[in-house]
């Protein structure tokens, strides 16, 4: 798929959660895109969490995809159902498969627990998708849509990571 073709995939996804058909399709392309033909990055296939979700929308399915179709609420620290989210499961892919387009802002940073995280963000699109390196391996951590915000502390990590970049490559 190309970047040019995302586009959100309900037209009436509620914010209490996914009718079963729509639950059904969105974790399809979940099992299609990144369990069943797997991600690779950097010559490497990228894992997911495959523990199963204990949420109520998501039970018995894997703990990746529950991260991709909810956030958690800064309130109560559970983790609701995210229509706009969960209406772009079908971007991971291509955006990481495409990542080599101008558009696709690359950029890595060190968590606060010492593991390299790799961001994809598509900021015209508003979304972004975290992988952690955890070596030799690598993780699908999640995907969302970038709140205004984040905007701006993402594009500060990127522009620091360029620098970076630029910096090492005249050593």
């Known amino acids: 798929m190309d970047?040019?073709?995302?586009?959100?995939?309900?037209?009436?996804?509620?914010?209490?959660?996914?009718?079963?058909?729509?639950?059904?399709?969105?974790?399809?392309?979940f099992l299609n895109d990144i369990a069943k033909k797997p991600l690779v990055v950097n010559g490497q296939q990228v894992q997911y969490n495959n523990a199963k979700s204990r949420h109520p929308i998501c039970v018995g399915?894997?703990?990746?995809?529950?991260?991709?179709?909810?956030?958690?609420?800064k309130y109560s620290n559970k983790r609701n159902f995210d229509p706009i989210r969960a209406n772009k499961v079908?971007?991971?892919?291509?955006?990481?498969?495409?990542?080599?387009?101008?558009?696709?802002?690359?950029?890595?940073?060190?968590?606060?627990?010492?593991?390299n995280q790799l961001f994809y963000w598509y900021p015209e699109k508003e979304f972004i998708i975290i992988i952690r390196m955890i070596k030799?391996?690598?993780?699908?951590?999640?995907?969302?849509?970038?709140?205004y915000g984040e905007r701006t502390m993402f594009k500060a990590w990127f522009e620091e990571y360029?620098?970076?970049?630029?910096?090492?490559?005249r050593k």
């Not at 079908?90 to 010492?114: M, Q």
Request: glycine share 4%; with cysteine.
């Open 136 to 147: 030799p391996n690598y993780l699908l951590i999640t995907a969302f849509c970038v709140d």
């Open 3 to 29: 970047l040019d073709d995302l586009e959100d995939l309900f037209d009436d996804l509620d914010i209490e959660g996914p009718t079963s058909s729509q639950l059904f399709t969105l974790y399809g392309i």
């Open 61 to 73: 399915k894997a703990l990746a995809f529950e991260h991709i179709i909810t956030r958690e609420s």
């Open 162 to 169: 360029e620098k970076q970049k630029k910096t090492s490559l």
């Open 90 to 115: 079908h971007w991971i892919r291509p955006i990481i498969e495409n990542a080599g387009d101008p558009r696709i802002k690359y950029f890595e940073r060190v968590n606060d627990k010492g593991f």
